[in-house]
């Protein structure tokens, strides 16, 4: 299993300009998550899934939009790229015995993306 | 408003000893708390969860304790060795929804020399 697998893993922007971070996981969770991570800060929760076609917002979803037509794949857009959003950028899942949620598991994060507005 | 806080300072022991990171939170009562490692340019790694039912668990020579009374979790690394080295994040789901949205700590960097 690769288990959760980011690209690109740096990508520099412009200002103004938009891209979508890709996220795949092969590990069949039905939970995934998109956050990210500035110097000497914690991670903060962007956008989460509890299953296919069901997103959500995290704590700090302006500036972002998720889709998640499959199991596997969670990609994150970001439009019109403001310096604010440079940041590393961690894709993460989980498995729930319940999209209802009530179940307390491990969180696989990807690699990151380091992304730089400029 | 709710918070998670660990120290900020790096923690620097001699190999060999054991390592007490500490995870303070306030304005919440988490139904569990879980510990994850990161390496400098990594993601992070999971490594203990603790509901907070239970007080103390270990895993080989890692050993978390959840008081719920002090709000705080104190994690431990026995005969610590340079490998241990890395960034050690708390993390809380301060919603309790059962979403897994967690809220993550700073993190306190240990060190551990030779």
């Known amino acids: 299993n690769a288990g959760v697998t980011q690209t690109p893993k740096f990508r520099i922007l412009k200002i103004g300009q938009s891209m979508t971070l890709q996220c795949t996981q092969d590990?069949?969770?039905?939970?995934m998550y998109w956050y990210r991570q500035d110097p000497g800060m914690g991670l903060k929760l962007i956008y989460y899934?509890?299953?296919?076609?069901?997103?959500d917002k995290g704590e700090v979803p302006n500036g972002y939009n998720v889709s998640r037509s499959t199991t596997e794949d969670f990609p994150l857009r970001l439009e019109l790229a403001a310096p604010s959003q440079t940041s590393v950028y961690f894709c993460?899942?989980?498995?729930?015995?319940?999209?209802?949620?009530?179940?307390?598991?491990?969180?696989?994060f990807g690699p990151g993306t380091r992304l730089t507005v400029l | 408003s709710q918070k998670i806080e660990q120290n900020s300072e790096a923690l620097n022991i001699q190999e060999g000893k054991t390592a007490t990171l500490t995870c303070n939170y306030t304005?919440?009562?988490?139904?569990?708390l879980q510990w994850y490692r990161q390496d400098p340019g990594r993601g992070p790694v999971f490594l203990l969860l603790i509901r907070e039912n239970e007080k103390e668990k270990r895993k080989e020579r890692l050993k978390v304790t959840f008081d719920t009374t002090l709000k705080q979790s104190l994690f431990h690394i026995t005969a610590s060795q340079p490998a241990d080295s890395a960034t050690y994040l708390c993390a809380l789901d301060m919603e309790n929804t059962g979403f897994q949205k967690l809220v993550f700590g700073t993190g306190t960097r240990l060190l551990v020399s030779p």
């Open positions: 304005n919440y009562s988490p139904a569990y």
């Open positions: 590990m069949n969770h039905n939970y």
């Open positions: 899934s509890v299953g296919a076609g069901i997103t």
């Open positions: 993460a899942s989980s498995y729930s015995l319940r999209s209802s949620g009530s179940s307390y598991n491990e969180q696989f």
